[in-house]
């Protein structure tokens, strides 16, 4: 069974940091690209960055110069840096499979105070 498990969320105050990871179960994703989306309340789920199989990225504008998305492939594992944090970065975030995303997580969710 394939799985996607994402951790690290939390509750922050703005400027803060947090770190969010994705373990992968039941699949190798050493070929697949993987992505980190948000959903903030009342809003459509957003892309915010993307990383291929290659180590290519590519970020939302609105997070540009302050997430890192990286990967471990040895390890199956998805990561994403998120520094200098905002309220409007407030959301639960989701790691997705592949492009068109096929998998999702259970999300985490980001809170970021004023």
């Known amino acids: 069974q394939v799985q996607l498990v994402e951790s690290g969320g939390g509750e922050v105050r703005a400027g803060g940091s947090l770190r969010l990871s994705c373990a992968v179960s039941?699949?190798?994703?050493?070929?697949?690209?993987m992505n980190w989306y948000r959903q903030a309340p009342g809003m459509q789920r957003e892309l915010v960055a993307t990383?291929?199989?290659?180590?290519?990225?590519k970020y939302v504008d609105s997070v540009k110069g302050r997430f890192t998305i990286s990967r471990d492939d040895a390890k199956s594992t998805v990561h994403l840096q998120m520094n200098n944090l905002k309220p409007e970065d407030t959301a639960v975030y989701y790691c997705?499979?592949?492009?068109?995303?096929?998998?999702w997580g259970q999300g985490t969710q980001v809170t970021v105070s004023s």
């Open positions: 997705g499979r592949g492009t068109p995303t096929d998998l």
């Open positions: 039941g699949t190798v994703i050493s070929i697949r690209p």
């Open positions: 990383i291929t199989s290659g180590g290519t990225t």
